[in-house]
């Protein structure tokens, strides 16, 4: 499995951009790229995954370059609500069998007024 | 949360106990997991199952069992031999018909007493 490195923690303000960068230099050819969110105290929530180039859906933006080596999370326009960690996972989207994910800390944004 | 539910939010343990989370899931998903989470660090695979009436030690199964007599329900045991299980247990299920990813419950907290 490859093993992803994210900065451990973030600041930001309200109304502002925020792009978290995962870096995961020995992503396989099958590895797709998930991202997760995580309140205290509660479960992880899914918020995107994507293969190569950009996905978007309502809540964010994952920019993958070629090499697919690096991954960028973007949210729009946080809000204090947006406060959590965030997990950047590598992994085979098989559609049957066993999936692995592996976490690692995460990176904590904290989004201030 | 998705239609995962874990009960009880919070379970408190006495020396020498076992008890027993539940995991129920109405998504009909084949594959369901168990993870633990302690403080400030990411999540650890327990168990998993892959299909009804079988199941697999996942990376810190010592002290652990977990069943899988039905579908939906996938209870996991902390036994006494787990020698410290105060932590947040996470349970989560994946689909294997274009669901690629896994979708977590709300979690149970495990108090030592």
């Known amino acids: 499995l490859a093993k992803t490195t994210q900065p451990i923690s973030m600041d930001s303000y309200e109304g502002q951009e925020v792009n978290i960068t995962c870096s995961h230099n020995?992503?396989?050819?099958?590895?797709?790229i998930t991202w997760y969110q995580q309140f205290p105290s509660q479960g992880p929530r899914f918020i995107i995954q994507?293969?190569?180039t950009k996905v978007t859906n309502e809540v964010a933006s994952l920019f993958i370059p070629a090499d697919r080596k690096s991954s960028t999370l973007s949210l729009p326009r946080v809000s204090l609500s947006d406060t959590a960690v965030y997990y950047c996972l590598v992994g085979d989207r098989k559609n049957t069998g066993f999936q692995k994910l592996v976490f690692g800390t995460g990176t904590r944004l904290l989004v201030s007024p | 949360d998705g239609g995962i539910t874990q009960s009880p939010k919070y379970l408190f343990r006495k020396e020498g106990q076992n008890v027993t989370l539940s995991c129920e899931q109405n998504l009909n998903h084949d594959a369901m997991y168990w993870y633990r989470q302690d403080p400030g660090q990411g999540l650890r695979l327990i168990y998993y199952?892959?299909?009804?009436?079988?199941?697999q030690k996942g990376d810190i199964a010592e002290g652990y069992s977990v069943s899988r007599e039905k579908k939906e329900s996938f209870p996991l045991t902390v036994t006494s031999a787990q020698k410290n299980p105060t932590a947040f247990y996470l349970c989560a299920s994946r689909g294997t018909l274009g669901q690629e990813t896994q979708y977590f419950g709300p979690g149970t907290r495990l108090l030592v007493l």
């Open positions: 199952s892959q299909i009804v009436n079988d199941f």
């Open positions: 020995n992503i396989a050819t099958n590895d797709y």
């Open positions: 994507g293969y190569k």
